[in-house]
């Protein structure tokens, strides 16, 4: 079946710094999501991507999908303590019936 | 407006009984989805409900099933539990239909001993 993979697997910055993780696969996806999780809790929608190219932001977070539409970005600008968690992607899958989860990035900042 | 809520939160079971956790969703939608989430894993899918029901099924054993009630809220019940099954248990809700944006419930916490 389809798969995703994320990159990089887990990362440590410094409060302030911008942070950059990505999505990726040998797939086609239609719709991109961005989630995070914080220990203990279900995942919270960060930022859905429809079209191939398309640029959302957030907040301080930004995504992009991929103009292939086998990738998927997130940035987040300026990392404060509470960024901390997993960032997982999903990508709808070439029926459109289900979304795919990618692993997950684990994301830890630095006082 | 309320999010998808989860009951119980933590489960204690003892291997080979029956689990059964439960699911509200968002007003409004009819999709729940099920996922397993290992501790320090990935969402692996279990299963879909759209209507009340079954669309599609993850790659799990047949011990794992569940259904969708007229109110779109949804049970999952896990038989025979093994102790590989203990895991945080994730529910997702979306308007109707696979493609839309999901929302997570806070999960149930499963521990089988």
């Known amino acids: 079946g389809q798969q995703l993979n994320q990159s990089p697997q887990s990362m440590f910055i410094q409060e302030g710094e911008d942070v950059s993780m990505n999505c990726t696969s040998s797939?086609?996806?239609?719709?991109w999501l961005w989630y995070k999780q914080d220990p203990g809790e279900g995942p919270v929608l960060l930022i859905a991507?429809?079209?191939?190219?398309e640029l959302t932001s957030n907040g301080r977070l930004t995504a992009q999908f991929g103009i292939t539409r086998k990738d998927s970005f997130l940035n987040i600008s300026a990392s404060i303590p509470s960024d901390v968690g997993i960032y997982f992607c999903a990508g709808l899958d070439n029926y459109g019936q289900n979304f795919v989860f990618g692993p997950g990035t684990r994301l830890s900042v630095l006082p | 407006e309320a999010g998808v809520t989860q009951s119980p939160t933590h489960l204690i079971k003892t291997r080979g009984q029956q689990a059964t956790l439960r699911c509200s969703p968002i007003s409004g939608h009819t999709s729940v989805y099920w996922y397993q989430q290992a501790l320090g894993l990935g969402l692996q899918f279990l299963l879909w409900?759209?209507?009340?029901?079954?669309?599609n099924r993850g790659n799990f054993p047949p011990r794992f099933s569940g259904r969708q009630f007229p109110n779109y809220s949804s049970e999952l019940n896990v038989n025979a539990l093994e102790l590989e099954d203990s895991a945080l248990y994730l529910c997702?809700?979306?308007?109707?239909?696979?493609?839309?944006?999901?929302?997570f419930g806070p999960g149930t916490r499963l521990t089988v001993t």
């Open positions: 409900y759209d209507e009340g029901e079954e669309r």
């Open positions: 997702a809700s979306s308007f109707s239909g696979g493609a839309n944006e999901q929302y």
């Open positions: 991507l429809y079209k191939a190219g």
């Open positions: 797939s086609i996806f239609n719709t």
